[in-house]
């Protein structure tokens, strides 16, 4: 079973900086693009930011120069560093992944179960 786990999320003031981690596990071939989505209260899910597998990235407007995204491919694992963070940030934050499947080579799509991240005073 392929699968992602996110970590790293929690309460932080403004101005704070969090580190999400993603790792991807089971029957593993291949991670190609990887990527973190976020969800606020009352709002649909947004892409906040993708990293392709040879380290290209792509940002939302309103998070770049803020927040950046990262992988390790030797661990199946993506980053999102998120600094200066802001009360408009407060989100449940989801991982995605296109994942080659070891043994099949099916090309799947996942998500992690998300991982809340509130910016309060």
């Known amino acids: 079973q392929v699968q992602l786990v996110e970590s790293g999320g929690g309460l932080v003031q403004p101005g704070g900086s969090l580190k999400l981690s993603c790792v991807a596990s089971g029957r593993i071939s291949r991670v190609s693009d990887m990527g973190w989505y976020r969800q606020a209260p009352g709002k649909e899910r947004e892409l906040v930011a993708t990293i392709t597998s040879v380290g290209s990235t792509n940002y939302i407007d309103s998070v770049k120069g803020r927040f950046t995204i990262s992988r390790d491919n030797g661990k199946n694992t993506v980053y999102l560093q998120m600094n200066s963070l802001k009360a408009e940030d407060t989100a449940v934050y989801y991982c995605?992944?296109?994942?080659?499947?070891?043994?099949?080579?099916?090309?799947?799509?996942?998500w992690g179960q998300g991982t809340l991240v509130t910016v309060s005073s």
């Open positions: 995605n992944a296109r994942i080659f499947e070891g043994g099949t080579l099916r090309n799947l799509e996942r």
